[in-house]
């Protein structure tokens, strides 16, 4: 048996790793550190901690007590963040709803999760409005009227800023198990109900801590005293990536954007010094478009990207702008940090080297073990070739999906967390997301990465959007097929979209079978609730549809 | 009661937080990257986990077992490193032996600890070969020659590379708790024998983690892939103060110096690109010296200085040879890592105020609570100017001295552990160490800061090293006296002396109570067995003796 510490000094403090005590650090430091809300308000970290007090209160006064779940619907802003800590730190479970779902859906998450008490911004009244009558748990409503002067539904036993005002900031906050959950929240894929994970307050301080850590490996960026963090990340998705917990320990300026409207976001990156965000691609392409119009400098402002894969098109959109994208990767089910991206040591110091390693899903942070396995869960060698499902290890991986316990056991098999992405690790621990498992094309005995396809597609001036499917073929088993929301105002032409890709083959980078015989046309391409391309709608469309424009006949260099 | 996880997959994996975790990124990452030892041998991150395998399989060949004590006296090595890793990983406990204490005490400790395996650099077998007889538990010896061709000592089971060799590198390492203890060692003051400390392989997991966020927030400086690590304390001390721990999580390049030789350490600097490294303000002087004799160049090299006070005077020193000298605060108590310096946000910029941002003690790190208190307990207000004992709460720390209950009872009376240390903490988190508590001088009814008036005095040029020390004083309580070793060939004057105190008093920033009436004259001051200045012997020697040399009267400005 290894030895434990058989001796403690009677009044030896014991340390839980929870949520409170990601400040205790933070407010010896940062106690005048600013905390801005749009271009509404701002206060001190010394405040908000007196804030989560009065938050605690209040809810404690509607009759929150330790273990509840209480569910908000805000935008991204300072009253998330003070539910981030107060709702945890209080004991209860801090549900963040999903409110691009359907109505019906968020009533089956808010059931599912047993909320009790919902703090709401008056944005989504309309959706309250509609599903009470299905919320039998729910026994009080807080409203967020966030500066209008509409009135207090019925329902609403008050509004946050006047309820918080009146509640004392003294709320007895006291430590307990670490293994308590903190939070929840529910994840959809294109099938069946959404899917609920759940952190606890020791996986999600480990996870702050380790998520630090990268920034320090980055050579190119630090996340430092002088940074000013904004995230443009929903924060009921996934703890907004977990960096405000991260900005809150290290105590830096952070800004709130509130409901994201680009012209908002680029005056509060200029008006409050802003460096440091995290977005998916979309809202990237947003900000540039803004910047381009209004002549906005984006210079300085560092992002880290995920959600879908940062296309090496978009990187150089942003160099050209100043603007430094950084690729990382992680899911609902992971807290979410897995992998970051950094300049890849030893490399030339080019530009092409450095876009090479920021656009891959980026190498695993410390206490994360990532393997590539087959199907018998047999590991595949690191060498930048083999492809495989990625399974994971980390101290903060949901352990179950809440109430789900055929998922629970798929996600699980094998004792790793299995994300269904299919992915090469190099020698360096850059991993490679090559595509979903259940994207996978298969032609001629070859495999296809529909992102790779899709990252060279992307380049070419004539696309907006490009999304590649696999579809059944008699000869080869199946067919990629690109299908592509043209920029305005050109065609895209089959000889256009294959150029980059002979060039790939040419370089011996892909698979000549790779080469298109098939491109589809739409105005945009289907998204799903969390604005990922939607394939399965794709393979619905295109799969038994003949095709919509002439296509080509397979390339003879390509077979 | 918070809400526990209910339900989890059958195959859900269980993380602890044990050392051997720290390694699943890095060997992702970094299998390629290198260690180095001197200018003797390097190897792989690949090679060094099959090396970890190996020590573990030599160890259980001689007997080693779940919660047995090994203990290693060796330099800082390669060897070392693997010991930090292979024995917690096999549940076993690494004693770090500090091999500067006298034959008795080294005997006492490795007895106290239980040490029944030893494993000895041939520089130490002559006091191996003086306290055997007296460590009746020890059963095995394992020699380590480093490339010496002298002959193993009849006691020795077999030399370490050889052993290696011949051992399996498919140790079985298991999981275990993560609440098993990892490492022990032993702490000496002044007065009474050595007090055991240990650490849990959960404190050291959060330690470096936590330890590596700082990096993160000095502006001027991450810890990033492409910087090359060497200690410069010894790994006997207090985990080399953490930083193998986490630079192997990151997986950078690191170097050891082996034995410290100045011209070796400038040597691996220049060959190797040594970029971060930490020490004792000793070392860096006898860098400094080196350098200047040798036209060596510093540039670039970072350090993190501890064990005494970075004084401006040293920083400037360094700063001239464009060597960046950075504070740092902990104990061997506190596994080490407090509180670290970093730029101060919002500063103007100038060589003055980075100066004196990063010659304070630091800022806390993340997960640490600082607070300081009157004698009562009572906690003082964080203006900069109060003082009080430094008593801290933070994941890693001892939870007592090791069969010493009186002494862990002191340590964390009151349920925070006591620092011994008097220090002042303002706004922004930094903390200024004052004074030890058993040392602070009152004079005249008025607290006087012997580090800060050994900092000031350090900056003249006659004076080579500076301890001021309180005597007992008739009329005023206590007077301070300043000890001094004079730099070659100048005199020291009290007028000289005087003088930067003086021009501090106009200032402002000291008490008038501070100018000295006397002062005395060393060769070299008095060092405890871990380097620092013997106070207390000092105090002995001055505190009851006439002055050695003529006095000044008190001056009249100053009472």
């Not at 938050?55 to 009253?79: C, F, N, P, V, Y």
């Not at 101290?395 to 269904?420: F, I, K, V």
């Amino acid at each position: 048996m290894p030895l434990r510490i058989a001796e403690r000094a009677p009044e030896a403090h014991d340390f839980p790793l929870t949520i409170g005590h990601l400040l205790d650090a933070a407010l010896i430091s940062s106690g005048d550190q600013e905390i801005v809300y749009r271009d509404q308000s701002r206060y001190t970290y010394r405040a908000f901690r007196g804030r989560l007090g009065r938050l605690a209160s209040l809810l404690a006064g509607l009759g929150a007590e330790q273990g509840m779940t209480i569910a908000m619907m805000d935008w991204d802003s300072h009253r998330y963040l003070e539910a981030y800590f107060a709702v945890p730190m209080m004991g209860a479970v801090l549900q963040t709803v999903n409110v691009r779902l359907s109505p019906q859906q968020v009533a089956y998450t808010l059931n599912h999760a047993g909320a009790e008490i919902l703090v709401v911004h008056h944005d989504f009244f309309p959706l309250v409005d509609a599903i009470l009558p299905m919320l039998p748990k729910v026994k009080a409503v807080v409203a967020i009227m966030d500066g209008s002067d509409g009135a207090l539904p019925a329902y609403a036993k008050g509004e946050y800023e006047a309820l918080s005002a009146a509640a004392s900031p003294d709320f007895p906050f006291v430590d307990f198990d670490e293994n308590a959950v903190a939070t929840t929240f529910y994840t959809t894929g294109t099938t069946g109900d959404p899917k609920g994970v759940c952190f606890t307050h020791r996986q999600l301080v480990l996870h702050t801590l380790a998520a630090n850590a990268p920034f320090g490996v980055t050579r190119a960026r630090g996340l430092g005293v002088d940074d000013v963090y904004m995230p443009l990340t929903p924060m009921f998705h996934v703890h907004a990536w977990g960096i405000p917990y991260v900005a809150t320990m290290l105590g830096i300026k952070q800004v709130y954007p509130g409901r994201y409207e680009p012209k908002m976001i680029c005056d509060l990156h200029q008006a409050e010094g802003v460096t440091f965000s995290h977005c998916v691609p979309t809202i990237v392409q947003m900000v540039i478009a803004v910047a381009d119009q209004t002549g906005a400098k984006l210079d300085g402002w560092h992002m880290i990207i995920g959600g879908s894969a940062l296309t090496q098109a978009l990187w150089r959109e942003g160099r050209q702008r100043r603007l430094s994208l950084i690729a990382g990767y992680g899911m609902s089910e992971t807290a979410p940090m897995i992998a970051i991206c950094h300049d890849r040591p030893g490399a030339d110091g080019s530009e092409e080297a450095e876009m090479a390693a920021l656009t891959m899903a980026g190498v695993p942070v410390p206490l994360v073990s990532a393997r590539i396995v087959d199907a018998d869960m047999n590991p595949l060698p690191h060498d930048g070739q083999a492809r495989g499902e990625l399974v994971l290890r980390a101290p903060w991986l949901t352990p179950c999906y809440t109430g789900n316990p055929e998922a629970s056991e798929q996600l699980w098999r094998g004792g790793w967390m299995h994300t269904q992405d299919v992915a090469s690790i190099d020698a360096q621990g850059y991993i490679q997301i090559r595509d979903r498992l259940k994207d996978v094309i298969k032609t001629g005995g070859e495999w296809i990465d529909s992102l790779t396809l899709e990252d060279l597609i992307a380049g070419t001036p004539c696309v907006a959007e490009v999304a590649v499917i696999g579809v059944a073929d008699a000869r080869w088993g199946e067919r990629p097929i690109a299908v592509i929301a043209p920029a305005a105002g050109i065609v895209p032409t089959l000889e256009a979209i294959n150029a980059p890709l002979a060039a790939a083959v040419a370089r011996g980078e892909i698979s000549r079978y790779a080469l298109l015989d098939r491109i589809e046309l739409v105005d945009t391409l289907p998204k799903t609730s969390v604005g990922k391309i939607d394939k399965k709608a794709l393979r619905a469309r295109f799969a038994q549809q003949p095709a919509t424009m002439p296509t080509g006949k397979m390339l003879s260099a390509a077979v």
